[in-house]
């Protein structure tokens, strides 16, 4: 028997490998699968802090009628350099773990998200009413956590390092040669019939963006990798392949991040949250087996149980991000007095005018639409009354402005 150090690279015999030196490799390869889950949770924790607090920012500054921009706040440039701490850890995370354990842990950011807003909003619920709302999101939550174990525990354990040559050999192998044919055949179909037969359908405008995101995925491990395999002594920026994943990478991230915010404008962000997370795993995972090679020597026992991690915790994050929307009045401003240390809007006369199109829901998972009725602002319906008879000048439409229900 032989056994293979990486694809593309030389075998060698079992014979000269001791049993010490297997456990010693197997050791390693589990504490640099441990770093690279503890940096990727890291990372996607830190970022949903960031955007959180980079809503909560936004909303106080129209709270309290301050002219500022919000670039000039505070606690805006802190979520932003808390967000760039964040995609750090999980680009860094890309250099330890495999590929197709990195991905799934994204559902961590699902999870906090779901956490930050229920504590952040801090809405006037009676525990019933609270427990009511909340349980199938403290079930996602329990379901995701358990689903994030499977994957740390089960995940491939293939550790290659990451080089011009290796990287280059698996770049122009048939079965990533097939598999890029094949995606680039699918995305553009999926382009044309979301361009030209007008197929506005999440699905579609996901599946374009996780699309790009498998190839963005690849080339973010390879380049991180390579950074990691210089710093460590051994340059690989001297490799023409090094620029072409950099540029790829820009590249595909750019697209996605243009598919979502056409996503954001026609549906709910929880909706893109579940799918976009379902859809991008799935084929991530796909890509990184297909190109990295990150399940081979892997039994089947551990296949099995990182896929019932990976439906897990698709099940968990569908539970977490379930959009209830209920039925309201059409409102003509929205209340802020929701959030923390917000002053009352209706109170002293103060109305916001939002964008319809436009929504505050990032970060949190939570929409303006869901805001228990004790905080609904005053509605405006229409009442049509007849002319009179002689000629009145009484106007067609007569606008009642209704109080706030106590």
Request: hydrophobic share 50%.
């Amino acid at each position: 028997m032989e056994r293979a150090n990486g694809p593309g690279l030389q075998l060698q015999p079992l014979a000269t490998l001791s049993v010490p030196q297997l456990a010693h490799e197997d050791s390693f390869s589990y504490k640099e699968n441990l770093i690279g889950a503890l940096l990727a949770i890291f990372g996607h924790l830190v970022i949903s802090i960031a955007l959180n607090l980079q809503k909560y920012s936004h909303i106080r500054l129209v709270g309290c009628k301050d002219h500022r921009a919000y670039f000039k706040t505070k606690t805006w440039w802190c979520g932003l350099f808390l967000l760039f701490l964040g995609e750090l850890g999980v680009f860094s995370a890309y250099a330890f773990a495999p590929l197709s354990l990195i991905v799934p842990l994204g559902a961590v950011s699902v999870i906090a998200s779901a956490i930050i807003g229920i504590i952040f909003i801090k809405e006037k619920w009676k525990p019933k009413d609270f427990l009511r709302r909340y349980v199938l999101s403290f079930i996602g939550c329990g379901l995701a956590i358990v689903g994030t174990y499977l994957l740390i525990t089960f995940g491939p354990n293939s550790h290659e390092t990451m080089t011009g040559e290796n990287i280059t050999k698996h770049l122009v192998s048939w079965p990533v040669l097939l598999y890029m044919l094949i995606e680039i055949i699918i995305f553009c179909l999926l382009l044309y019939f979301y361009k030209e037969r007008k197929a506005n359908y999440i699905v579609v405008i996901l599946l374009l963006a996780a699309l790009l995101g498998s190839m963005t995925v690849i080339t973010v491990k390879a380049v991180a990798g390579m950074v990691v395999v210089s710093i460590r002594g051994n340059l690989q920026l001297g490799y023409p392949i090094f620029y072409i994943m950099v540029v790829c990478m820009v590249a595909t991230a750019s697209f996605q991040a243009t598919f979502l915010t056409q996503a954001t404008q026609l549906y709910d962000a929880s909706q893109i949250a579940s799918i976009g997370y379902i859809l991008s795993t799935a084929i991530a995972i796909t890509a990184g087996a297909t190109f990295y090679l990150d399940f081979i020597g892997e039994d089947i026992l551990h296949i099995c149980m990182f896929a019932l991690g990976c439906l897990i915790a698709f099940l968990g994050v569908f539970l977490i991000t379930r959009n209830k929307r209920k039925s309201i009045f059409f409102e003509p401003y929205i209340s802020m007095d929701a959030m923390p240390s917000m002053q009352n809007l209706h109170d002293n006369g103060t109305a916001v005018q939002p964008e319809l199109k436009t929504s505050f829901s990032y970060g949190a998972l939570e929409n303006n639409d869901t805001i228990s009725e004790i905080y609904a602002p005053a509605t405006l319906p229409i009442v049509q009354e007849e002319h009179g008879s002689r000629g009145s000048s009484v106007p067609p439409y007569r606008v009642m402005e209704h109080g706030k229900r106590e």
